[in-house]
């Protein structure tokens, strides 16, 4: 079941990172976060601050893994990083085995999310950017299922 919980506005790519942060220390292992939002709405700022707070070294730098669909790093739960805008043939979902990933031991964290088919994915944490100007951006979380309710409970905006 899908619940809109809360949002939030974000004054620079810092705070959308910092936001990322704070979730990434609190998600469970197993945690699929679907992004949606415009080009340069900001959904891999967010990325690369979750990637800080699942404590994935500072050596890699988190872009947006366009050419090879899907980007892995090691850290406190495996964080895969997916950006579908280039998929234009779901059975491309397939030959990248994003099923197994999204069902997976480690965080998900998919950016262009509103181009899968409904339902490819169950209990997630739905995060809905848009650009308000230059610097601002609303950021909305939507839950689906009850543990990313409590998980988006714990996160003080
Ligand atoms: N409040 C903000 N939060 C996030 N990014 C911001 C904010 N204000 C300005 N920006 C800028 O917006 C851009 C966001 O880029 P980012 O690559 O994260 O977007 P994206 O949603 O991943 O885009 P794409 O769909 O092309 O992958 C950056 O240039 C960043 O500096
Ligand atoms: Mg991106």
Redesign the pocket.
Known sequence: MKNFTKSII????E???NLGIKIGKLVECGTVIA?T????????????GLARGLEISEDYYI??P?FTIINEYPGRCRLFHV?L?RVNDPEELENIGLIDIVNGIGVTAI??ADLLPDNFIQNHLTLR?V?VD????ELSFFSYGHKIEELINKIVL
């Open positions: 974000t004054n620079s790519p705070e959308t990172q992004l939002g415009d080009l340069g709405s900001g959904k891999t700022a967010f990325v690369q872009t947006s366009t950006d805008y950016e262009w950017i650009r230059d610097t601002s951006r």
